[in-house]
């Protein structure tokens, strides 16, 4: 995957995706991609980011990615951990999250979620895990980040399942339903940096990573995507940010495999 | 008032066909050896109840023991999909099973009301969220204060909830401590609860006031079962087995594959297994 740029582009979206975090950000963290940027910013340029996982670990700060959102290690290095209703009550619906960090298997161009179902609800072609916090998420935070690779599967001009609400049909959508939150302000890609466009809520490329082409970004999204008139170029990674990012995986590595296969589950 | 019994026993005097039950575990404290119990005593016809199904339920269902199941997300967490799950729901193997889908607040919210004694929960979710559209539970309600459109989902009352817990005492009072997730909920929201824990300690004195304590007689039956909550963790005892997560998701992509794992691991088992299971997951310290 790594190229002459001496990075890839999975490594480029997770460091972008880390500099929108500051530090008195208090984020609720999606598994996965969010996850490792999330961590990448507390290791960098964040370093007093309060970081939620869903397990009720508030304040943690992890040595190694979690395999789960409730590996041991995110209690033991939380402030504190609170029971799972209490995480969704006061927490979340109490309105005390910044940023809900989001990934995605289909989103529209609009920023709504699906990661319940490929194909009909009740005979489904593909039966996907489901929408777990995310639903609350996307509605309760002030703001919603999202982040995932573009593929032409995974960007679609339809998704097949409302999973999380983002701006719905685009425009004021949201606060027809009465729902108060800003929703997702931003999209970071393995190719590009995205944005709402204002009026119509509709996702537009502000940045592309360096060497990456309007071509390529269209190519992988399965919408006609709208370019800013003053595209920027997003600054390269850093030594320190690509290190901290490939330490953090080389350790999150050896920590998951390095535990001697279990005989039974 | 609680009985320490065989888990074989604890699991026959409270589990029986037919029955809603709860396994509950978030990530943490997961009662695998009760499930495996309840698949070696081969119950039909359940309901089974839980936030995130993952492996446990995997199994149950592969086993053909589910009627429906009442869940927010069915996958294996970290690594992918449940395979036993989706060969029901998409292929209707071994039988079709019927599906309740929520989201993680709206099952929370509706433990809390069964651990409350209400009938149902009231909070702010499922706006814009196509669950609303699919799931005949998921209603809404006005506040009568505000104007506010909430959302309400039943309250949940499982005939029986099973969990793993850290410790009890000698006379049957549980802790729950680490990740408590959804454990003390599911319990109280029972009309039965069966405890299996590590280990049986004479008293709790040296315990801080605060820490999330089952009173002895809100359980029905505890069992000693070290090790019984792998490949899930039990915090202070031993490690998340996430090697095994990984595993799972090979074993329970083929069907014969999967039948020879349960036949090995399950029902020529039993709860004596466990503990040799996690002797390596052990710290150090």
């Given at each position: 995957?790594?190229?002459?740029?001496?990075?890839?582009?999975?490594?480029?979206?997770?460091?972008?995706?880390?500099?929108?975090?500051?530090?008195?950000?208090?984020?609720?963290?999606g598994?996965?991609?969010?996850?490792?940027?999330?961590?990448?910013?507390?290791?960098?340029?964040?370093?007093?980011?309060?970081?939620?996982?869903?397990?009720?670990?508030?304040?943690?700060?992890?040595?190694?990615?979690?395999?789960s959102?409730?590996?041991?290690?995110?209690?033991?290095?939380?402030?504190?951990?609170?029971?799972?209703?209490?995480?969704?009550?006061?927490?979340?619906?109490?309105?005390?999250?910044?940023?809900?960090?989001?990934?995605?298997?289909?989103?529209?161009?609009?920023?709504?979620?699906?990661?319940?179902?490929?194909?009909?609800?009740?005979?489904?072609?593909?039966r996907?895990?489901?929408?777990?916090?995310?639903?609350?998420?996307?509605?309760?935070?002030?703001?919603v980040?999202?982040?995932?690779?573009?593929?032409?599967?995974?960007?679609?001009?339809?998704?097949?399942?409302?999973?999380?609400?983002?701006?719905?049909?685009?425009?004021?959508?949201?606060?027809?339903?009465?729902?108060?939150?800003?929703?997702?302000?931003?999209?970071?890609?393995?190719?590009?940096?995205?944005k709402?466009?204002?009026?119509?809520?509709?996702?537009?490329?502000?940045?592309?990573?360096?060497g990456?082409?309007?071509?390529?970004?269209?190519?992988?999204?399965?919408?006609?995507?709208?370019?800013?008139?003053?595209?920027?170029?997003t600054?390269?990674?850093?030594?320190?940010?690509?290190?901290?990012?490939?330490?953090?995986?080389?350790?999150t590595?050896?920590?998951?495999?390095?535990?001697?296969?279990?005989?039974?589950? | 008032?609680?009985?320490?019994?065989?888990?074989?026993?604890?699991?026959?005097?409270?589990?029986?066909?037919?029955?809603?039950?709860?396994?509950?575990?978030?990530?943490?404290?997961?009662?695998?050896?009760?499930?495996?119990?309840?698949?070696?005593?081969?119950?039909?016809?359940?309901?089974?109840?839980?936030?995130?199904?993952?492996?446990?339920?995997?199994?149950m269902?592969?086993?053909?023991?589910?009627?429906?199941?009442?869940?927010?997300y069915?996958?294996?967490?970290?690594?992918?999909?449940?395979?036993?799950?989706?060969?029901?729901?998409?292929?209707?193997?071994?039988?079709?099973?019927?599906?309740?889908?929520?989201?993680?607040?709206?099952?929370?919210?509706?433990?809390?009301?069964?651990?409350?004694?209400?009938?149902?929960?009231?909070?702010?979710?499922?706006?814009?969220?196509?669950?609303?559209?699919?799931?005949?539970?998921i209603?809404?309600?006005?506040?009568?204060?505000?104007?506010?459109?909430?959302?309400?989902?039943?309250?949940?009352?499982?005939?029986?909830?099973?969990i793993?817990?850290?410790?009890?005492?000698?006379?049957?009072?549980?802790?729950?401590?680490?990740?408590?997730?959804?454990q003390?909920?599911?319990?109280?929201?029972?009309?039965?609860?069966?405890?299996?824990?590590?280990?049986?300690?004479?008293?709790?004195?040296?315990?801080?006031?605060?820490?999330?304590?089952?009173?002895?007689?809100?359980?029905?039956?505890?069992?000693?079962?070290?090790?019984?909550?792998?490949?899930?963790?039990?915090?202070?005892?031993?490690?998340?087995?996430?090697?095994?997560?990984?595993e799972?998701?090979?074993?329970?992509?083929?069907?014969?594959?999967?039948?020879?794992w349960?036949?090995?691991?399950?029902?020529?088992?039993?709860?004596?297994?466990?503990?040799?299971?996690?002797?390596?997951?052990?710290?150090?310290?």
């Amino acid at each position: 995957m790594s190229d002459t740029k001496g990075f890839t582009p999975n490594e480029m979206m997770t460091i972008a995706a880390s500099r929108a975090l500051k530090s008195d950000d208090v984020c609720f963290v999606g598994i996965g991609a969010p996850s490792a940027a999330c961590n990448v910013a507390r290791l960098t340029h964040a370093p007093d980011i309060t970081l939620i996982y869903e397990s009720g670990t508030i304040g943690t700060a992890p040595d190694v990615l979690p395999l789960s959102i409730g590996d041991g290690e995110l209690c033991e290095t939380a402030v504190t951990t609170v029971a799972v209703p209490e995480m969704f009550r006061y927490w979340l619906q109490g309105g005390r999250i910044s940023i809900g960090f989001l990934g995605a298997a289909q989103l529209d161009r609009f920023g709504n979620i699906n990661t319940t179902v490929i194909g009909d609800y009740a005979h489904p072609k593909t039966r996907l895990p489901g929408g777990g916090g995310a639903p609350e998420i996307a509605t309760s935070s002030r703001q919603v980040y999202i982040t995932m690779a573009q593929s032409k599967r995974g960007m679609v001009e339809k998704i097949d399942f409302f999973t999380s609400f983002g701006h719905g049909e685009g425009g004021d959508h949201r606060k027809r339903l009465g729902i108060d939150t800003a929703g997702p302000t931003l999209l970071i890609t393995d190719l590009a940096i995205w944005k709402p466009d204002p009026v119509t809520k509709e996702f537009t490329v502000v940045s592309l990573h360096p060497g990456v082409s309007r071509e390529q970004v269209q190519e992988t999204c399965g919408w006609i995507v709208k370019f800013a008139e003053a595209l920027d170029e997003t600054p390269a990674p850093t030594e320190l940010e690509l290190r901290t990012l490939r330490d953090l995986q080389a350790r999150t590595k050896a920590a998951h495999q390095g535990t001697a296969k279990g005989k039974a589950a | 008032m609680v009985k320490f019994l065989p888990l074989k026993e604890a699991v026959a005097e409270n589990l029986h066909d037919g029955n809603t039950v709860a396994f509950e575990g978030f990530t943490h404290l997961i009662p695998t050896a009760a499930a495996h119990e309840a698949i070696r005593q081969g119950f039909r016809d359940l309901t089974l109840i839980r936030m995130t199904p993952d492996l446990i339920y995997d199994q149950m269902i592969g086993m053909g023991m589910a009627r429906k199941i009442v869940f927010s997300y069915v996958g294996n967490p970290g690594v992918g999909l449940l395979r036993r799950a989706r060969d029901a729901i998409e292929n209707g193997f071994p039988h079709a099973i019927e599906v309740e889908e929520h989201s993680h607040a709206g099952m929370a919210n509706a433990y809390e009301a069964g651990a409350a004694g209400l009938p149902c929960a009231v909070f702010r979710g499922y706006r814009g969220a196509g669950l609303a559209a699919v799931n005949p539970n998921i209603k809404s309600v006005t506040c009568p204060f505000t104007g506010e459109v909430l959302a309400a989902v039943p309250a949940i009352r499982p005939d029986a909830t099973f969990i793993h817990a850290q410790k009890a005492d000698r006379k049957g009072n549980v802790l729950v401590e680490g990740i408590i997730g959804i454990q003390k909920e599911a319990v109280l929201a029972a009309k039965r609860a069966v405890v299996t824990v590590e280990e049986v300690v004479d008293n709790f004195d040296d315990l801080h006031p605060n820490l999330t304590v089952l009173p002895n007689w809100t359980i029905a039956a505890i069992s000693v079962v070290p090790g019984g909550s792998h490949p899930s963790y039990t915090h202070g005892y031993y490690e998340r087995d996430n090697a095994a997560y990984l595993e799972w998701d090979e074993i329970a992509a083929d069907r014969d594959r999967f039948q020879a794992w349960m036949q090995k691991n399950v029902i020529e088992s039993s709860p004596d297994d466990f503990a040799g299971r996690v002797g390596h997951l052990r710290k150090a310290a």
